[in-house]
């Protein structure tokens, strides 16, 4: 394990449902992030928290709504997605403030596929 | 506005002969430059950065970056490289002039044939 783990593994979803990412870091980080992975596309940073404040919100569409209770937990809920949504998404961690300075600590990604 | 470039999909080496992956940038300001490695259904794992000081970094698996302020490029190298080393690889940047993103490249895979 990196540190940063992600919960579900994979995940399947209608259109109309309602579900839950979390992503849990053991590192003591002050920073979380999320990223989405889609084929053969650069990485999009989604949102950026800093000391459970939202200091980066990257015109995501408001389908996607994060939500960090505190410095460990990261979770991004998910509401009437679209196909397009399908992708691996990733939290990762850092020890800064929110710049990723010292690197990102990444976890293993939520596959998520919308049916 | 910042931006990063991998042009190579893909690069195929022989295992024990040296591979470069290739990536050039461009900040307004000065680079804090990056490279991640992704295996098969992981997150990306860091390998090394460049922030100041050497342009010459060294980072994790016996991989080495060199920092090219004048050809804005980072490009990653190893001198031997190992069947295991196949994976994909992410050249990342961010400006020191402000803000929170990290650009990342749209990754090159790496294919080590034994």
């Known amino acids: 394990e990196t540190g940063v783990t992600q919960t579900p593994r994979h995940l399947v979803m209608g259109m109309t449902n309602k579900k839950s990412l979390k992503c849990e870091q053991h590192l ?3 920073a979380m992030y999320w990223y989405k992975q889609s084929a053969k596309k650069p990485l999009e940073l989604m949102f950026v928290y800093s ?35 399908s992708a691996l998404y990733l ?7 929110g ?4 690197g990102y600590t990444f976890g293993s990604g939520t596959r998520l596929t919308v049916v | 506005a910042q931006s990063v470039a991998q042009p190579e999909d893909q690069v195929n080496v022989a295992e024990g002969n040296p591979l470069t992956v290739k990536c050039t940038y461009s900040v307004s300001g000065n680079p804090y430059l990056f490279w991640y490695v992704q295996y098969p259904n ?7 950065k460049y922030i100041t000081g050497d342009n ?7 991989f ?7 050809q804005t490029s980072f490009h990653l190298k190893k001198p031997s490289a190992l069947v ?9 940047v961010r400006d020191t002039t402000g803000g929170f993103k990290t650009i990342f490249g749209a990754g090159t895979r790496l294919f080590v044939k034994a």
């Open chain 1, 28 to 30: 003591g980080h002050n």
């Open chain 2, 64 to 70: 080495e970056a060199e920092f090219n302020k004048s």
């Open chain 1, 99 to 102: 710049r990723g300075i010292g």
């Open chain 2, 42 to 48: 992981r997150g990306l794992q860091f390998l090394l």
């Open chain 2, 56 to 62: 010459l970094v060294k980072g994790s698996y016996g």
């Open chain 2, 84 to 92: 295991s080393d196949s994976a994909l690889y992410f050249c990342a």
């Open chain 1, 91 to 97: 939290c990762a961690s850092s020890q800064d403030d």
């Open chain 1, 51 to 85: 000391l459970e404040e939202r200091v980066e919100n990257n015109s995501v569409p408001s389908r996607f709504s994060p939500e960090c209770p505190n410095s460990s937990h990261l979770f991004l809920h998910l509401h009437t997605l679209q196909p397009e949504d």
